[in-house]
């Protein structure tokens, strides 16, 4: 751990504060007509995932936590964690499976994922930011729709609900975006 004044927070960072680890989501300066500059932080817990608004003053120091970032190979679920491998020693990771939230579907065999670890211990989870998924349903086309404005709901294999273009139909492979289930092209090849 090392020691820095808070007004070097930036979001990303993992601190520890009140003997719990926080990521933090958002910092922001706020200089009053009078007095001290206040620095506003957004901040998640790590281990519960509540969020936390809290003030330091610009003098004020805060504990940083250093971080690891490490590839690791997606190999199987097994009850509430998941088994991942490091593609250099072969050794296998357990994480639990809340580490990915609601990106968890978008997880598939022998995919690479980067996890961010703090003393060893794996924090957070990130998945690629693409991945081409297969659709189990589509509605069908209502005539007069264009290509260019409207989309329709379809359902990934996975259970995941995207809205697509008119022209793709049940059984073909798309690629989204995992952050916030955006179609983006439909898979080459």
Do not use: H
Request: aromatic letters at 6%; hydrophobic letters at 40%.
């Amino acid at each position: 751990m090392a020691k820095m004044q808070a007004n070097q927070m930036r979001a990303g960072m993992v601190i520890e504060f009140e003997g719990a680890r926080y990521t933090i989501l958002r910092q922001n300066i706020m200089i009053p007509g009078k007095g001290n500059a206040i620095i506003q932080v957004d901040m998640r817990n790590i281990k519960t995932g509540s969020k936390k608004d809290q003030r330091w003053r610009t003098a004020d120091v805060v504990e940083r936590l250093t971080t690891e970032d490490k590839e690791f190979a997606y190999s199987y679920a097994e009850g509430d964690t998941l088994v991942l491998m490091d593609p250099e020693t072969y050794e296998q990771t357990v994480v639990p499976k809340d580490i990915l939230g609601e990106r968890l579907p978008y997880l598939q065999e022998n995919m690479k994922v980067q996890v961010r670890l703090i003393e060893g211990e794996p924090v957070a989870m990130e998945l690629p930011e693409l991945v081409t998924c297969e659709i189990a349903e589509a509605d069908p086309v209502v005539k007069g729709q264009t290509a260019s404005s409207s989309y329709k709901p379809a359902i990934l294999t996975n259970g995941i609900k995207v809205m697509v273009p008119p022209f793709v139909t049940a059984g073909e492979k798309i690629v989204v975006r995992t952050e916030d289930s955006t179609y983006m092209e439909r898979a080459k090849g």
